[in-house]
Structure formats: structure tokens, C-alpha cells
Nanobody, 115 residues
Framework: QVQLVESGGGLVQAGGSLRLSCAAS????????MGWYRQAPGKQRELVALITSGGVTNYADSVKGRFTISRDNAKNTVYLQMNSLKPEDTAVYYCNAFTVSGQYWGQGTQVTVSS
């Protein structure tokens, strides 16, 4: 089992920045990669960014150049630095951990970008 706790969401004006954090606990040695997904009202959940255990990253085209995913292995924490935020970035952001035995989700954190 892996437990994920997100923090860092909030309300920000367009052009502003936020940093999301996701602290993992439990069977963290089983985690192959971690990522951030988001779900806006009336839309499907979509991948935002992911990072493998080896540090390889991947981003959705819509956030490339604006968002950065990183990890602190000593703290078992993954971060999502979000810059130049746009109103269309408004969504609930979920942390995800993928293991060979399944995947786990955090409870989600709301990000709202006002125009």
C-alpha cells in the first residue's frame, strides 16, 4: 500500500505561480513512477506530468515550458512547480503513484486560476 498526501493548491491570478507537493508513505520502494493528473469540471482526468524512479520526466503539451515536476527522494516527496498559470489550468490536481501491483491516488487539491 502507498499513501499519498497532496498540498499546495489554492487561488491565484493568471500569470502567477503555485507549487504542489505530494508526500508518499507506505511501500514506497514499489513506486516505479509518480505523476500529477488534473480534472476540470465536466472533463476527463488528464496527465499533467510524470517522473520515473530514474528521474525521466514527461509533460502534457499544454504545460510544457510552464510546469516542472521534481522529486526529493530523501523526503519521499514529488513537487509540481506551476508558473505562468492560465485560467484553463483550473482543476483538481491529483498525485499518482504507479507500482507493479497497481496505482494509487491522492485525495486531490484544488487549483483555481482567475483571469
Amino acid at each position: 500500500q502507498v499513501q499519498l498526501v497532496e498540498s499546495g493548491g489554492g487561488l491565484v491570478q493568471a500569470g502567477g505561480s503555485l507549487r504542489l507537493s505530494c508526500a508518499a508513505s507506505g511501500s514506497i520502494f514499489r513506486i516505479a513512477r509518480m505523476g500529477w493528473y488534473r480534472q476540470a469540471p465536466g472533463k476527463q482526468r488528464e496527465l499533467v506530468a510524470l517522473i520515473t524512479s530514474g528521474g525521466v520526466t514527461n509533460y502534457a503539451d499544454s504545460v510544457k515550458g510552464r510546469f516542472t515536476i521534481s522529486r526529493d527522494n530523501a523526503k519521499n516527496t514529488v513537487y509540481l512547480q506551476m508558473n505562468s498559470l492560465k485560467p484553463e489550468d483550473t482543476a483538481v490536481y491529483y498525485c499518482n503513484a504507479f507500482t507493479v501491483s497497481g496505482q494509487y491516488w491522492g485525495q486531490g487539491t484544488q487549483v483555481t486560476v482567475s483571469s
